[in-house]
């Protein structure tokens, strides 16, 4: 039993250690160094928030809430473990985090860090009504459509692989991606807030086996919504139909007035989420 005891009392006295001395160095460097600490902390939040990366820190969440369960209650198998697995993990992170971490020092370098922090409401009317207008268009002259609206969850690895546009919604820019011959029409429009963030971009194809007219574009649309909680609204080259999705689900064949009262209906709950 001494061991046992030993090893709870050691993890007890390096927590009171680090108390002690928090209380010892009172100060406002003190202030200052927990602040910076908070806002790093933060900020590593909000950035991973908009990958999917997001659902990896979660596990190794997890994994440390396991590690340290472990070591007070002294799982010695179990500590062996994840005494391993965290070795492999310290190689791991950076090739699996390789991407994250580049553009996350990119924006550092950019000093744009502060101005990404704040979030505000926004009024999608506007952006709705471009897209219906821009829908419409596609619909009645049959030319295939792509568009993703983003929400909540982050897009970046499409919006990376696409051709950057960074321009406000308008039904004519929207028609002049989408025209037959423009250098950009294959792929996806992704669309964040009121503005067209890339064009051109590649989405993961849903395994789903879908039957009728439905094609690659609708396989794609519903492959991002399998993954995120984008939505996608397509339209059909072949018979101009417009189909919405939306959590892994299609909808097809829907009217103008029913896209726009599901659009307006999503994206409303999106902005009370935020």
Same mark, same amino acid.
């Given at each position: 039993?001494?061991?046992?005891?030993?090893?709870?009392?050691?993890? /007890?006295?390096?927590?009171?250690?680090?108390?002690?001395?928090?209380?010892?160095?009172?100060?406002?460097?003190?202030?200052?160094?927990?602040?910076?600490?908070?806002?790093?902390?933060?900020?590593?939040?909000?950035?991973?928030?908009?990958?999917?990366?997001?659902?990896?820190?979660?596990?190794?969440?997890?994994?440390?809430?396991?590690?340290?369960?472990?070591?007070?209650?002294?799982?010695?198998? @179990?500590?062996?473990?994840?005494?391993?697995?965290?070795?492999?993990?310290?190689?791991?992170?950076?090739?699996?985090?390789?991407?994250?971490?580049?553009?996350?020092?990119?924006?550092?370098?950019?000093?744009?860090?502060?101005?990404?922090?704040?979030?505000?409401?926004?009024?999608?009317?506007?952006?709705?009504?471009? @897209?219906?207008?821009?829908?419409?268009?596609?619909?009645?002259?049959?030319?295939?459509?792509?568009?993703?609206?983003?929400?909540?969850?982050?897009?970046?690895?499409?919006?990376?692989?696409?051709?950057?546009?960074?321009?406000?919604?308008? /039904?004519?820019?929207?028609?002049?991606?989408?025209?037959?011959?423009?250098? @950009?029409?294959?792929?996806?429009?992704?669309?964040?807030?009121?503005?067209?963030?890339?064009?051109?971009?590649?989405?993961?194809?849903?395994?789903?086996?879908?039957?009728?007219?439905?094609?690659?574009?609708?396989?794609?649309?519903?492959?991002?919504?399998?993954?995120?909680?984008?939505?996608?609204?397509?339209?059909?080259?072949?018979?101009?139909?417009?189909?919405? /999705?939306?959590?892994?689900?299609?909808?097809?064949?829907?009217?103008?007035?029913?896209?726009?009262?599901?659009?307006?209906?999503?994206?409303?709950?999106?902005?009370?989420?935020?």
């Amino acid at each position: 039993m001494e061991p046992y005891t030993g090893r709870i009392l050691g993890a /007890a006295t390096q927590t009171n250690y680090f108390l002690e001395n928090l209380r010892q160095n009172s100060s406002p460097l003190l202030v200052l160094d927990i602040l910076i600490v908070a806002v790093f902390f933060y900020w590593i939040y909000v950035f991973l928030k908009e990958t999917r990366a997001m659902r990896i820190l979660y596990g190794l969440f997890f994994l440390l809430i396991l590690m340290a369960l472990g070591r007070l209650l002294n799982l010695v198998l @179990l500590n062996w473990i994840l005494k391993s697995l965290m070795t492999l993990l310290v190689v791991a992170i950076p090739v699996v985090f390789q991407p994250e971490l580049r553009a996350a020092l990119e924006k550092l370098g950019r000093a744009k860090l502060l101005g990404e922090l704040s979030f505000s409401k926004k009024d999608y009317s506007q952006v709705i009504s471009e @897209l219906l207008t821009a829908v419409h268009l596609f619909s009645k002259q049959k030319i295939g459509a792509l568009i993703v609206l983003k929400r909540n969850d982050g897009l970046k690895e499409y919006i990376n692989n696409g051709i950057e546009v960074d321009a406000t919604v308008s /039904a004519e820019l929207l028609s002049s991606i989408f025209f037959p011959k423009s250098p @950009l029409h294959d792929g996806a429009v992704v669309i964040s807030g009121d503005k067209i963030v890339s064009a051109s971009s590649v989405l993961p194809v849903s395994q789903v086996a879908l039957g009728g007219n439905l094609g690659t574009r609708h396989k794609a649309a519903l492959g991002v919504t399998e993954d995120s909680d984008a939505l996608v609204i397509v339209v059909s080259e072949e018979t101009g139909n417009i189909s919405l /999705a939306n959590c892994g689900r299609l909808e097809t064949k829907i009217s103008e007035e029913r896209l726009k009262n599901r659009l307006t209906a999503l994206m409303r709950q999106n902005t009370k989420d935020k």
